[in-house]
């Protein structure tokens, strides 16, 4: 598989596809890792494991400077992901020696809980965030004594493979994370169908979420989704508008894009729409497209030829109200795009565009605007701009999302949970819940009947 920089178009390195049969071997290897890394002492598990955030803060400037060559994201963002992989992992490293279960009182004896691990765990992750959301599955699994086996995207495999290397030299055993870079329809199929796989992790296409879902149910097997969005950015007329205004091109045009919680869908009351998208314009104009490496850039190029092709194909024949500038030349570059929605039928409006490409409408009330909101499909995340606190919170109730902010479009800490209601996924990533996901409970009575 030869990787490209999507910003110069050039094979920045080439990497061997994992074979069923090499795939079949690592799954293997991993139920062998299993067996020890659950019986390790909870403290000793947790050590590791903060050796392993330890290693990964010493390099969070190669894996971020990995990541800007292997998948266009800004140095400002790159440095981000990485430091949030360490982050994830020292979080959760607190866990082992805090995974307690209940006691529960019952007649005739002692009965107890536990919290088992479910064995090898499959992380299937996508090319958008290849370093936050391959942490997002790994750390918490580990964490709770399953071993891991991950697969990142065809086009972003660098930084997973760095993180696997750096596992190992932080002394977590053989076997017990492995990275194996290769195709969804044999390396991530086969976690699905792999009778030792026993919870899949995925992050990508609802499409994809969902066959991956009905493939598991054959086997009972555990899942986790975290899916596509369409999320609405809700700006009503007593608002700070300097600030919603200023803050949207970031809510949408972040990682381009590319990113399942954006702002794509802007709606504005009425009664200031006109003065919003004054406010809107420069905003967009001065995002600052470049070359991803600049540390002012704001945004760097799309992943690749197809998905720039994709999301372009969805602004022809659609209004553009105005849009930014980008780069030209080599490199998948799109501008910061702003449509004029005509109604809520349009295509651009109603589906995931994974593209730095937005729609606006307007809304009348507080009722209508949340009918439109949820009038998708998707439910990942939203913002809400009012300077009305009960409105905020009606607002935040009535809004079919897993993951809402206001007066901000910040969707993701590590310590609190993360994930989508309706077809936006299944299950909560993060936060103190997310352990819970990556173990079985067990119930033990013990009798005291002498
Ligand atoms: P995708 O096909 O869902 O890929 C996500 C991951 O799943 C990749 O690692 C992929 O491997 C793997 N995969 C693909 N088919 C599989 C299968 N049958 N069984 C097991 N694993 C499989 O997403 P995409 O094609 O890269 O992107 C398509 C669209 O999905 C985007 O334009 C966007 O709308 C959406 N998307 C959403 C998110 C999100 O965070 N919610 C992330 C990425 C994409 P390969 O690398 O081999 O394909
Ligand atoms: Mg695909």
């Known amino acids: ?34 067996t020890s890394w659950r019986a390790l002492a909870p403290g000793d598990r947790a050590r590791l494991l903060r050796r392993f955030a330890g290693l990964v803060d010493q390099h969070v400037d ?44 019952v007649p005739g004896g002692l009965d107890v809980t536990f919290h088992e691990p479910l064995g090898v765990v499959g992380v299937i992750v996508p090319w958008n965030f290849p370093m936050p959301i391959a942490g997002w599955g790994f750390a918490p699994a580990l964490a709770a004594g399953n071993a891991v086996v991950l ?158 092709d994709g999301v372009a194909a969805y602004v022809d024949g659609a209004e553009v109200a105005f849009r930014g500038s980008c780069p030209d030349g080599r490199g998948f570059w799109y501008p910061p795009t702003v449509l004029a929605a005509r109604s809520t039928a349009d295509r651009a409006w109603r589906e995931e565009i994974f593209g730095p490409v937005v729609s606006v409408l307007a809304f009348s009330d507080e009722a209508e605007a949340v009918a439109m909101a949820n009038d998708t499909e998707y439910g990942l995340s939203g913002s809400i701009w009012t300077r009305d606190v009960s409105r905020a919170i009606r607002v935040a109730r009535g809004v079919e999302a897993g993951n809402l902010s206001v007066n901000s479009h910040s969707s993701v800490r590590y310590w609190t949970p993360f994930g989508g209601m309706k077809q936006s996924g299944l299950g909560r990533e993060l936060g103190p819940d997310a352990l819970a996901s990556f173990t079985d409970v067990k119930n033990v009575f013990i009798s005291t009947t002498p």
């Not at 699905?192 to 919870?199: D, L, Q």
Request: include cysteine; aromatic fraction near 6%; hydrophobic fraction near 40%.
């Open 1 to 34: 598989m030869q990787v490209i920089n999507p910003a110069t178009e050039e094979v920045v390195a080439s990497v061997e596809a994992t074979s069923l049969d090499e795939t079949d071997a690592a799954i293997g290897r991993a139920a062998k890792a299993f």
């Open 62 to 105: 190669e894996l971020a400077g990995l990541e800007v060559r292997n998948s266009g994201h800004t140095i400002g963002n790159a440095r981000w992901e990485a430091g949030n992989v360490r982050d994830v992992l020292d979080y959760y490293a607190g866990a082992p020696e805090r995974l307690t279960g209940r006691q529960i009182p």
């Open 151 to 308: 697969k990142p995207a065809e086009l972003t495999p660098l930084t997973a493979i760095r993180l696997g290397e750096l596992a190992l030299e932080a002394g977590i055993p053989e076997g017990v994370f492995t990275v194996l870079p290769g195709k969804g329809s044999v390396v991530g199929q086969r976690f699905v169908t792999h009778p030792a796989v026993r919870k899949v992790c995925f992050t990508g296409s609802t499409e994809v979420g969902k066959q991956i879902m009905a493939g598991c149910a054959d086997q009972v097997k555990r899942v986790t989704l975290e899916l596509g969005g369409k999320s609405a950015n809700l700006v009503f007329a007593d608002a700070d508008l300097e600030a919603a205004a200023a803050a949207a091109p970031g809510g949408v045009f972040d990682n381009a894009g590319q990113d399942c919680c954006a702002r794509s869908r802007i709606l504005v009351q009425s009664s200031v729409y006109e003065r919003f998208l004054e406010l809107l314009e420069p905003a967009v104009r001065e995002f600052r497209v470049a070359d991803p490496a600049d540390e002012s850039a704001q945004m760097g190029p799309l992943i690749s030829a197809r998905q720039r």
